[in-house]
């Protein structure tokens, strides 16, 4: 077996693991990324393509060429919800436009950055298991077909959901989140379908409800270049996604004619991200580490931040040459204060919504005005509507949810809930000694949750 020493080795060439790479590359460090695509195929991941703009992504790249590259619809102003049981609304966005990309090329444009920063890129490259002797010292792989050992200071598992490194690793005596299982994913599939006709919501996200507790999307790329996809919670009884997405197309006359261009599919987490992604020599980042938003599926800001903070706690470790969890702490520190908060709160609606059918939860909301439903879900930025015009809604809202009081107040106190949640995900512990102190008074949080909800137990 070949051997090969680097002071970094990133499995997995996508979002996290190419703004991993590129980060470390510049701090001048020796790092490579073992992908299992060929070159070729390198980028082409199962996706939405929907992001919030250039703004989402860590300054290591070339950011105006991977607009420039892969930005294909960069208007997206609104979030347009169909409403099968009443009328359809849109929440604006609010401050930058979103964008739908090409995500292959965006794929490959990341790649590319990841290599002119410095970091070498091997493709054909399956790792299989990772070497340890107390702490993780490298992987084993194959590359084309032969077996390598690629021997590092630390590892950053960038290798999306399930990935197979966490069962290799003996996270024993570590605070590592094992806490993980298969009911915590969500399965999607896509297509991108070229219309015979432009779309007339190339200036919105457009979301659907599914009766699987799920949702699913058109995207536009271009006003001629959808992104169509669905996906279903794994908790719930198996949805035949193809089928699912190709009778929803063909019931919408403006997907009359049109030719289905890529088709793929892949596992998402949809839970709270990984409550340490940190073990001796062993980092985890982006889906790996469950750092997607659990109720929109969004996932590539999280990675690329995640990837990025990684490369740097990493390249201050390997400079003072200890690689335990403490020296690698701050990277759990960095994401739960940060995006980790926020999606640990928006888990808690995830949680409510499968402790009740999707036609009650239709029904409330085609009752409530978008604005209530912003409110209720805690999200910033809508435009405050004036106190006579808010007492009408809540008076009309009040009257159309009858019936559903009680589910209605149930979200109200998860809304708090949310607050409190994010509160003890900022006192999240800068070491790893109040950890299970820090635990403790979050997981005091979600009991009260399962009480008000009577949900199962999602941890
Ligand atoms: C259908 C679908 C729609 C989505 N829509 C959106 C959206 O609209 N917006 C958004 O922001 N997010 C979306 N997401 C989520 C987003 O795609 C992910 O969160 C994001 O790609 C995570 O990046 P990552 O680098 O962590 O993992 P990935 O992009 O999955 O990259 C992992 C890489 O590791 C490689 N790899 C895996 N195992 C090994 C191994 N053993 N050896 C070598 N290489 C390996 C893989 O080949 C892959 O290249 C969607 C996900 C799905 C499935």
């Keep these: 077996m070949t051997t090969e020493s680097r002071d970094i080795v990133v499995v997995g060439g996508g979002t996290a693991g190419c703004f991993a790479a590129a980060t470390a590359a510049q701090e001048g460090l020796d790092v490579v990324i073992l992908e299992r695509k060929s070159e070729d195929d390198g980028g082409h991941i199962a996706c939405g393509d929907a992001i919030k703009g250039k703004s989402t992504f860590p300054d290591v790249i070339d950011l105006d060429y991977l607009r420039e590259e892969s930005f294909t619809n960069e208007n997206i102003q609104r979030a347009h919800f169909i409403n099968p049981k009443g009328d359809n609304y849109d929440i604006p966005f609010q401050g930058e436009a979103g964008s739908v990309i090409d995500r292959k090329r965006y794929g490959e444009v990341l790649l590319e950055e990841a290599d002119r920063a410095g970091a070498e890129i091997h493709y054909n490259t399956v790792v299989t298991d990772v070497t340890q002797n107390g702490r993780v010292t490298g992987v084993t792989a194959k590359r084309e077909g032969s077996p390598v050992e690629y021997e590092a200071e630390v590892v950053i598992d960038a290798a999306g959901a399930l990935s197979i490194l966490q069962d290799k690793v003996d996270f024993?005596?570590?605070?590592?989140?094992?806490?993980?299982?298969?009911?915590?994913?969500?399965?999607?599939?896509?297509?991108?379908?070229?219309?015979?006709?432009?779309?007339?919501?190339?200036?919105?996200?457009?979301?659907?409800?599914?009766?699987?507790?799920?949702?699913?999307?058109?995207?536009?790329?271009?006003?001629r270049e959808i992104n169509a996809g669905l996906g279903f919670q794994m908790n719930k009884p198996p949805m035949e996604l193809v089928d699912v997405l190709k009778r929803d197309l063909e019931a919408q006359p403006?997907?009359?004619?049109?030719?289905?261009?890529?088709?793929?599919?892949?596992?998402?987490?949809?839970r709270r991200p990984y409550d340490s992604a940190v073990a001796p020599g062993f980092m985890s980042v982006g889906d790996a580490a469950g750092h997607v938003n659990p109720t929109t599926g969004g996932g590539i800001p999280g990675a690329a931040k995640a990837g990025h903070w990684a490369a740097e706690v990493a390249t201050d470790a390997i400079t003072e040459g200890a690689f335990s969890e403490s020296m690698l702490w701050e990277y759990n520190h960095r994401v739960q204060t940060d995006f980790g908060k926020r999606f640990a709160a928006m888990d808690l609606y995830n949680i409510f919504g499968s402790a009740h059918e999707v036609d009650e939860l239709t029904e409330i909301i085609t009752a409530l005005p978008a604005e209530m439903l912003v409110d209720l879900m805690g999200t910033k930025g809508v435009t405050s509507l004036g106190v006579v015009e808010k007492i009408k809604t809540t008076i009309r809202a009040a009257i159309d949810t009858r019936g559903h009081w009680g589910t209605l107040r149930e979200g109200y106190q998860v809304s708090q809930l949310a607050g409190d949640l994010q509160s003890v995900y900022d006192q999240y512990p800068s070491t790893p000694s109040e950890f299970e102190n820090w635990q403790a008074k979050r997981d005091a949080v979600m009991d009260q949750l399962y009480e008000i909800t009577g949900a199962e137990p999602k941890y």
Aim: charged share 30%.
């Design 172 to 223: 024993e005596g570590t605070r590592y989140d094992t806490n993980v299982d298969y009911s915590q994913f969500c399965s999607a599939y896509r297509e991108v379908i070229e219309t015979d006709e432009p779309v007339e919501y190339d200036d919105a996200i457009v979301f659907k409800p599914t009766k699987e507790l799920g949702y699913l999307w058109y995207f536009p790329r271009t006003d």
């Design 254 to 270: 403006e997907f009359e004619n049109a030719t289905v261009k890529d088709k793929l599919g892949a596992a998402l987490p949809t």
